[in-house]
């Protein structure tokens, strides 16, 4: 059983991974465990208090070490005694390295990660040197805290694990598993909107739907993200696809001009 712990100020968050969809279904087949840590918990006063204002100044609060690390630590050893070898510490934050496709499927192969989840304007840094081991980052923007980016990622990676998904091939066929976007997808009724589902999906023949697919998902991803083309090698195949799929647009791009 994978192992999730969170260090958040606001556990009641992760009911909404843990109730709910693909992963709460995966929680109850004990696919995973999540466990979320609040560091007021650890507070060294009364008051339990866990930020401060930043040396230097500046507007906001900073994160304080102490009351993040003893709960790292607690997190770190309930997850050894889970059978957990090794825990990663992951904090999500605007300055860290952007989540792909291949970070979320290294991190599945491990036993447990430990997410830490900031607020205000960040943690203390000396925290983060002593206690962190990536820093990571779901985009360019920034959130009220790490808790939707921690949500982002154990989502990411309980649709990987076996017996996740009701079709086992689903997550195989996702954007990024192969570093294409996705490909059209199209359900009943057979004309919506006057408009008509490609022929090659009603043919029934099964390796035209898959060249079509490809061609499409190759297509997209030219068009949309073509970054991800330049990451990889293209076969032959592939080449001809998308070299079919930029005439075709072409094609119509120039018909819509002369109308």
């Avoid at 930043?54 to 507007?59: A, I, R, T, V, W």
């Avoid at 090794?86 to 605007?94: N, W």
Wanted: glycine share 8%; net charge negative.
């Amino acid at each position: 059983m994978f192992q999730f712990d969170v260090i958040t100020l606001f556990p009641e968050m992760f009911e909404a991974v843990t109730e709910s969809g693909v992963t709460g279904r995966a929680r109850e087949r004990k696919l995973f465990e999540l466990v979320a840590w609040n560091p007021r918990a650890f507070a060294a006063n009364s008051y339990r208090t866990v930020d401060d204002r930043p040396y230097g100044g500046g507007p906001g609060m900073v994160m304080m070490a102490e009351p993040l690390e003893k709960s790292l630590d607690a997190a770190r050893q309930r997850q050894k005694s889970a059978g957990v070898t090794r825990s990663k510490v992951v904090y999500l934050t605007p300055q860290g390295r952007l989540l792909d496709h291949r970070r979320v499927m290294e991190w599945s192969a491990l036993q447990g990660l430990v997410l830490l989840a900031g607020r205000y304007e960040g943690v203390d840094e000396r925290l983060v040197a002593r206690a962190v081991d990536e820093e990571v980052s779901i985009g360019d923007y920034v959130l009220s805290g790490g808790e939707l980016a921690a949500m982002v990622v154990i989502d990411a990676m309980v649709r990987q694990m076996p017996g996740a998904l009701g079709d086992a091939e689903s997550a195989s066929q996702d954007s990024f598993a192969n570093g294409l976007l996705d490909c059209p997808h199209y359900t009943r009724p057979e004309r919506y909107a006057d408009e008509g589902v490609p022929p090659v999906l009603l043919s029934g023949n099964h390796a035209e739907i898959a060249r079509w697919r490809l061609k499409q998902a190759l297509g997209r991803t030219w068009l949309r993200r073509p970054d991800l083309l330049s990451q990889r090698t293209l076969s032959e195949l592939e080449r001809t696809l998308l070299d079919e799929y930029r005439r075709e647009t072409e094609t119509e791009r120039a018909a819509v001009r002369a109308r």
